[in-house]
């Protein structure tokens, strides 16, 4: 039992310090810097591209937001990739302004296959493009995101994460919860480690890479989250990704329970799969770099599945030791209530302190911020059930609402 005993304390002073790292990095979000300066004066090419499958319903009002971009037309190209489209989506795409190119490719059908098909060609060509800005094809992208992503161009940074904003906040529990997730990344993980010199990650939409950045290779990625694993690779290489709260590009989310849950297994499974992969790479990184970036980095990984794995065998061990006469009843309530609280609770109140922050309404988040520690607690199951069964098909979201720019912007 006193074993036990030790190693349920090493474990939980090891959960304490991994959050308490978190919450010293998320209250620097709150510090605000001097903007950087800008090491030259251009107005820069870029390529928006959009890979996209059987996206009809969404796609020609993707491409009208972007003819719109307060940025000078011969400046910039809009590129979608219709990917194995069985749909009107490459005519629709076509009308509205589009360059499209038509992928058909039955066994490699992710997105960063089609990233790395298209790239590949223009890298090939050696298109004259200093850069280009990726979306997903039921985006909407506010009006100033290029001339944004262009000014970080201008101040050195070479890939960029924009402000992944959410279009369909108050559809259901689920968009609701969606939206306090990513408004909450956005502040508290990507803006902080960019205040103090860390780095954020591409989060899947809504990006910027200078085009050099991937050459010759393109975007060579393999598992189901090919954002996270761009990321954790440049980190891997001692390079730090940028930041760019004004770059604002708006998503849809499911508004449905089985299509979120589909959705999340698979980020889930893209979470283990990277971390299968680039653990190993990443503490070697970290004696080769011998920076906070890498450890951070290293963190991100293990704070996903791993310190869930954790947590789960320190409840655990709470009760084995109670049942061995080890701790009272009331010491068990009271150490579950140290995790129930934090894990279920505590989001609601930062939910609530990042929507005051960022000035995002509040009333009509009330059922959402009721329903998140539901919205939460759901992907807990996810995790648990990816640590045995890992499914990897992909699930269409089905598109309810025709929402344009002007309607969220």
Not at 61 to 68: A, P, R, Y
């Amino acid at each position: 039992m006193e074993y036990l005993y030790m190693l349920q304390q090493a474990l939980a002073w090891a959960v304490s310090i991994f959050w308490l790292y978190q919450l010293v990095i998320s209250i620097c979000s709150l510090v605000k810097l001097k903007d950087k300066p800008m090491l030259e004066n251009k107005q820069n090419r870029f390529m928006a591209i959009v890979p996209a499958h059987n996206e009809e319903n969404v796609i020609g009002n993707l491409v009208q937001s972007l003819k719109n971009q307060d940025y000078p037309k011969e400046l910039y190209d809009i590129y979608v990739i219709a990917d194995n489209c069985t749909d009107n989506t490459a005519c629709i795409a076509k009308e509205a302004g589009a360059i499209v190119y038509e992928r058909f490719d039955t066994q490699n059908k992710t997105k960063g296959y089609a990233l790395q098909w298209f790239l590949q060609q223009k890298i090939k060509e050696d298109a004259p493009y200093d850069a280009f800005c990726v979306f997903d094809a039921d985006n909407i992208v506010d009006s100033n995101f290029i001339k944004n992503m262009n000014k970080k161009l201008c101040q050195g940074e070479t890939v960029v994460q924009g402000y992944r904003d959410i279009k369909n906040p108050t559809d259901s529990w689920i968009t609701a919860g969606y939206a306090i997730f990513y408004w909450t990344m956005n502040r508290f993980y990507h803006l902080a480690r960019y205040n103090v010199g860390l780095s954020p990650l591409i989060n899947g939409t809504g990006f910027m890479v200078r085009f050099d950045a991937i050459k010759p290779d393109g975007w060579d990625t393999q598992t189901l989250t090919e954002d996270i694993e761009f990321s954790l690779k440049r980190i891997i290489k001692g390079k730090k990704l940028g930041w760019a709260t004004d770059a604002i590009v708006y998503d849809e989310q499911p508004v449905g329970f089985k299509q979120s849950w589909s959705q999340r297994s698979r980020w889930t499974v893209g979470h283990i799969q990277c971390m299968k992969t680039y653990t190993k790479d990443l503490v070697y990184a970290i004696k080769e770099h011998k920076t906070l970036m890498n450890v951070d980095g290293l963190l991100y990984i293990l704070g996903s599945i791993p310190m869930f794995v954790v947590t789960l065998v320190l409840l655990l061990l709470n009760f084995v030791i109670y049942m061995g006469s080890g701790m009272s009843g009331a010491d068990l309530l009271v150490n579950i209530a140290r995790y129930i609280i934090p894990t279920f609770f505590g989001p609601i109140l930062m939910g609530i302190i990042i929507m005051k922050l960022d000035k995002k309404p509040i009333k009509s988040m009330l059922k959402g911020l009721a329903m998140y520690p539901f919205f939460l607690g759901s992907w807990l199951v996810i995790n648990f059930k990816c640590l045995f069964k890992q499914e990897t098909k992909w699930e269409k979201i089905e598109h309810v609402r025709d929402i344009k720019i002007n309607e969220v912007a």
